[in-house]
Structures are given as C-alpha cells and as structure tokens.
Nanobody, 114 residues
Framework: QVQLVESGGGLVQAGGSLRLSCAAS????????MGWYRQAPGKQRELVAI???????NYADSVKGRSTISTDNAKNTVYLQMNSLKPEDTAVYYC????????WGQGTQVTVSS
C-alpha cells in the first residue's frame, strides 16, 4: 500500500514563502512523475508543478518564476518551494505520484493573507 504524506502548509502573508514536502512510502517500485496540484474553493483541481524521474519540470504559468519543484529520490520525497506568495495561491495543495498507478496525498492547506 502506497501512502503520500504532505506537510508544510499553513498561513502566510502575501509576499512570504512556504516549502511543501511530500513523502511517499509503501510498495513503490519505480516513480515516473511526482508533482503538486491545488484546488481553491469552487474551482477545479489544477496543476502547479511536476517533475519526472529524469528531472524534467513543468510549471503552471501562474507560479512560474516563483516556485521550484525538487525531489530527494533516496527519500521518495518531493518538495515545492513557493516564494512571493499571493492571495490567489490560497488552496489545498495535493501531492501526486505516478508509479505503477497514480496516487494522491490527502492535501495540505495553504492560505495567503493580503
């Protein structure tokens, strides 16, 4: 059984920074992609950033230049460093992992106050 456990969310003022972490555990054979999605109230879940096993990254335009996704492969952990946060970044952030199957974390709340 695979589990994704996120941490690092919280309340921050606009212009501040947060670092989200997501650790994967369980029967993991080969991770192809890890990433972050977010869902704001009343909106659909959207991609924030992903990183492949080869190190290729892709970012949503809304966070490009303000966020950095990285991994620690030895720990099966993905990080999302977010800087210059804006109130519109407020959402529940979900970790995603694609291995043999796709897996989601439980979500961590990020709230940016103006």
């Amino acid at each position: 059984q695979v589990q994704l456990v996120e941490s690092g969310g919280g309340l921050v003022q606009a212009g501040g920074s947060l670092r989200l972490s997501c650790a994967a555990s369980g029967s993991i054979f080969s991770i192809n992609v890890m990433g972050w999605y977010r869902q704001a109230p009343g909106k659909q879940r959207e991609l924030v950033a992903i990183i492949t096993s080869g190190g290729s990254t892709n970012y949503a335009d809304s966070v490009k230049g303000r966020s950095t996704i990285s991994t620690d492969n030895a720990k099966n952990t993905v990080y999302l460093q977010m800087n210059s946060l804006k109130p519109e970044d407020t959402a529940v952030y979900y970790c995603y992992m694609l291995a043999r199957h796709g897996y989601w974390g439980q979500g961590t709340q990020v709230t940016v106050s103006s």
